[in-house]
């Protein structure tokens, strides 16, 4: 149902956090020309959503409704549900009332369960030591990276862990929303002391996701001094964010400056031997049958996330289930026509010479110019390169884009590329940085 699409795209977008505090609780109501009617439970969802995540729901919507070019929402508060505190600011939804919340970290996500690689083992390695030392190391452990890549999995394993081998240890996770409603809510029953009490009062703080830090001074005010009177106490905090403390928006220089002091690790996209390794742990814990080349294509195909990737994973094992056939490509095809298309990016010869020529400040006849000049040829080199690799374009007709070069200088230009790449880590990064900008642009 369409409904259900949207919210599934919007949950890729925002992570699962965000959406059960805030558009988990909507209801759609019906659509009349490009006018989509939702209801909301209280008038703070709907503040909020309009404040933070109308864009968001604005695509996700037209992406699910291709005939409509764009929409309109109209966010309605649910008239039945309507008491005294609705036009209160401080009207708390209903989802994540839930106290200081010990409780929701999930059992599922452990240490032994994540996979670790190149792009995270900095930030396994940090939250595995603090999980496991008594004292404290480095204060705060900052994670950042993109979603779905195991922010929130790395901290409910630090959370488990620690109640493992010390039951003793107070441990808090929440998100920064929740922190944000536990103090809002604080403040509506005058007991902003017996909130500060209940921070100050525990061993290890964590807090998922500040990047939602509303703007609001009084939360981050009061999360600062909660942080300050921690860390003196020298008590653990861990905090989690999509961008590193400094490029963080909307969080106070002060603040900022306070999350930078102890260890900051960010997990970097996955690599492709990190996704297969994480889709065959998985494969393992299930029972399913699945060959080696089902895994190598979706390890090669499905690279935006971890999440999606086992999104992908689990489609196709309900779809054999369903189906009643084994698995292997054809139905893995089958099963995720949509997404594959959706992950399917072409690129062209000219998205390339725009790329490398902007990157290395040239213009984009140089790459087409006969110039021996390191500062260009190199640049050259390395488009010629990127066409072979991600055009179906053969040498001579490369050549051609590059102002009438032969094949063999495109065979050189990429031979000498690649041996470049093998001898030179510094080259190899500058190469891998080009690559990902252009699968993304
Ligand atoms: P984030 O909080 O960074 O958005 P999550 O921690 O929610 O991402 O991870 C998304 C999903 O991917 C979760 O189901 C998590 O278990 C899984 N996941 C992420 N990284 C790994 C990993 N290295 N090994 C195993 N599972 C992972
Ligand atoms: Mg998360």
Redesign the pocket.
């Known amino acids: 149902m369409l409904w259900e699409d949207v919210c599934n795209k919007i949950q890729i977008k925002i992570?699962?956090?965000e959406f059960k505090s805030w558009i988990k609780p909507l209801v759609f109501k019906s659509i009349e020309d490009d006018i989509v009617c939702i209801e909301c439970p209280s008038l703070f969802i709907k503040n909020w959503i309009e404040a933070n995540l109308m864009p968001i729901l604005e695509n996700c919507l037209t992406a699910c409704l291709p005939d409509v070019k764009s929409v309109r929402i109209k966010l309605v508060v649910n008239s039945n549900k309507k008491n005294k505190d609705q036009d209160n600011i401080a009207a708390l939804p209903i989802a994540p009332v839930e106290p200081v919340a010990t409780q929701s970290v999930d059992t599922?996500?452990t240490f032994d369960?994540?996979?670790?690689?190149k792009?995270?083992e900095l930030a396994?390695a940090a939250a595995l030591k603090i999980a496991e030392s008594q004292k404290v190391q480095f204060n705060p452990l900052f994670?950042y990276?993109?979603?779905?890549?195991?922010?929130?999995?790395?901290?409910?394993a630090i959370a488990n862990r620690i109640k493992q081998v010390n039951p003793k240890r107070r441990v808090v996770y929440l998100s920064a929303e929740q922190f944000m409603y536990e103090f809002i809510k604080a403040i509506r029953s005058k007991d902003t002391m017996g909130f500060k009490s209940q921070f100050r009062n525990i061993d290890v703080l964590m807090v998922?996701?500040v990047q939602f830090f509303s703007t609001a001074n009084a939360t981050q005010e009061e999360f600062f001094h909660t942080f300050n009177v921690l860390i003196d106490n020298n008590k653990q905090i861990i905090i989690?964010a999509?961008k590193s403390p400094s490029d963080l928006e909307n969080i106070q220089e002060r603040l900022k400056s306070r999350m930078n002091w102890g260890l900051v690790a960010d997990?970097h996209p996955?690599t492709y031997e990190?996704r297969l390794?994480?889709l065959q742990?998985?494969v393992e814990k299930t029972e399913y049958e699945v060959p080696n080349t089902v895994l190598e294509f979706l390890a090669c195909k499905i690279t935006s996330?971890?999440?999606e990737?086992?999104g992908a994973l689990n489609r196709v094992m309900a779809h054999a289930e369903l189906v009643g056939k084994d698995i292997d490509l054809d139905l893995v095809i089958y099963a995720l026509k949509d997404v594959l298309k959706a992950q399917e990016r072409i690129v062209t010869v000219s998205d390339i010479q725009e790329c490398v020529s902007e990157y290395y400040g040239l213009k984009r006849s140089d790459l087409k110019s006969a110039c021996r000049r390191k500062s260009i040829s190199r640049p050259r080199h390395m488009a010629m390169y990127f066409c072979k690799q991600m055009t179906p374009m053969s040498l001579p007709e490369i050549g051609r884009e590059f102002g009438g070069k032969d094949h063999t200088s495109v065979m050189y230009a990429v031979n000498n590329i690649e041996k470049l790449k093998k001898l030179d880590p510094h080259f190899s990064k500058e190469l891998e940085t080009l690559s990902r900008m252009l699968n993304a642009s």
């Open positions: 992570g699962e956090a599922r996500y369960n994540f996979v670790v690689g792009p995270n396994y994670l990276g993109g979603v779905g890549l195991g922010k929130t999995h790395l901290m409910h998922d996701d989690s999509d997990i996955t990190l390794g994480i742990s998985k996330n971890v999440r990737l086992e």
